[in-house]
């Protein structure tokens, strides 16, 4: 037992030492690996992660007048997936994961909703 409980000292002193060595450097290469692509990052979702502005309401409220048009005449059943299929599944996927993403933040969790309830179940079950 004292042989185990050595070994498992030396093991946090070699592994700490290690850290305290080697952290400082790993630490540096990832910000610099990471930067570029933050910087890119960050330019696209400024531009694509705005709330849209009230001049963009007009070109909404046709987006989906035409969906709708689409819907009741049938039309989106010719489109070829090089067409717009391909990109209306895409658009519907992104709406789909960033409800679940906002559903998610609102919980603060990623397990279901913690309902707290005064019903108790029959002692026979």
């Known amino acids: 037992m004292a042989k185990a409980a050595q070994k498992l000292v030396g ?16 630490a540096g290469e990832a910000v610099q690996w990471s930067r570029p692509r933050l910087s890119k990052f960050w330019y ?3 531009v694509e992660l705005t709330p849209p502005m009230p001049s ?3 070109a909404i409220s046709n987006g989906f007048s035409k ?7 049938g039309k989106f059943m010719n489109l070829t997936v090089k ?19 906002g559903e998610q933040i609102g919980r603060r969790s990623f397990i279901g909703y913690n309902i707290k309830s ?7 079950i």
Do not use: H, M
Not at 15 to 26: H, I, M, Y
Not at 67 to 73: E, F, Q
């Open 11 to 26: 093991l946090g002193t070699r592994l700490g030492t290690s850290l305290v060595t080697q952290g400082p450097k790993v």
């Open 44 to 46: 696209y979702a400024r």
């Open 56 to 58: 963009d309401i007009p």
């Open 67 to 73: 969906i709708i048009a689409s819907a009741r005449t």
């Open 83 to 101: 067409q717009e299929s391909w990109v209306n599944t895409l658009i519907c996927a992104e709406v789909a994961f960033w409800f679940f993403i």
């Open 118 to 124: 005064d019903y108790e179940p029959a002692s026979y």
